[in-house]
T-cell receptor
Framework: GNSVTQMEGPVTLSEEAFLTINCTYTATGYPSLFWYVQYPGEGLQLLLKATKADDKGSNKGFEATYRKETTSFHLEKGSVQVSDSAVYFCALSLTAGNKLTFGGGTRVLVKP | DGGITQSPKYLFRKEGQNVTLSCEQNLNHDAMYWYRQDPGQGLRLIYYSQIVNDFQKGDIAEGYSVSREKKESFPLTVTSAQKNPTAFYLC????????????FGPGTRLTVT
């Protein structure tokens, strides 16, 4: 079946540090890939997406590249802020029903 | 403003009672979804609906029921048969096929004692 594996957190960083969150997937076919962010007590917000191999999604300084050869979609940001503290979810969508399969989430804590 | 609303934000029930969670969207999306989130875990799909009057079971449908009588509404009933109903429930909607993102509501936190 389809699955998404993310690095476990929490990830603790200082402000202006470089952030990487690893995400790898298993899927039968060619999925679309997404990163969502969840702030405490809230729903999920789409951060970025990529729908085919070698696509790069980017938003708010975050980037991720769809790597079909390594089945990966790692999230990166060059200089994090305290406001980036949240839980980040990697997800894939493949079927006609557009069901999302999520990774377990990675909590990021950015300290001033 | 277009979006998804879920109400209430917090819900408390006694064990053995059924409870219905509301989800409404004004995005004119065809597809709607219900997910469950447990502390420190990812989201798991309960039910989804691609068109009015039709819905399919997700990965953890046991103990839940849904209806889709209107395009903009997709209520979820947590029945007394659900063994561990305490969780954070998230509703989402999508415009179309798997290349499109899902938009999420703010969630309802259900506590059953």
């Amino acid at each position: 079946g389809n699955s998404v594996t993310q690095m476990e957190g929490p990830v603790t960083l200082s402000e202006e540090a470089f952030l990487t969150i690893n995400c790898t997937y298993t899927a039968t076919g060619y999925p679309s890939l997404f990163w969502y962010v969840q702030y405490p007590g809230e729903g999920l917000q789409l951060l970025l997406k990529a729908t085919k191999a070698d696509d790069k999604g980017s938003n708010k300084g975050f980037e991720a590249t769809y790597r079909k050869e390594t089945t990966s979609f790692h999230l990166e940001k060059g200089s994090v802020q305290v406001s980036d503290s949240a839980v980040y979810f990697c997800a894939l969508s493949l079927t006609a029903g557009n069901k999302l399969t999520f990774g377990g989430g990675t909590r990021v804590l950015v300290k001033p | 403003d277009g979006g998804i609303t879920q109400s209430p934000k917090y819900l408390f029930r006694k064990e053995g009672q059924n409870v219905t969670l509301s989800c409404e969207q004004n995005l004119n999306h065809d597809a709607m979804y219900w997910y469950r989130q447990d502390p420190g875990q990812g989201l798991r799909l309960i039910y989804y609906s691609q068109i009015v009057n039709d819905f399919q079971k997700g990965d953890i449908a046991e103990g839940y029921s849904v209806s889709r009588e209107k395009k903009e509404s997709f209520p979820l009933t947590v029945t007394s048969a659900q063994k561990n109903p305490t969780a954070f429930y998230l509703c989402a909607s999508s415009i179309g096929d798997h290349t499109y993102e899902q938009y999420f509501g703010p969630g309802t936190r259900l506590t059953v004692t």
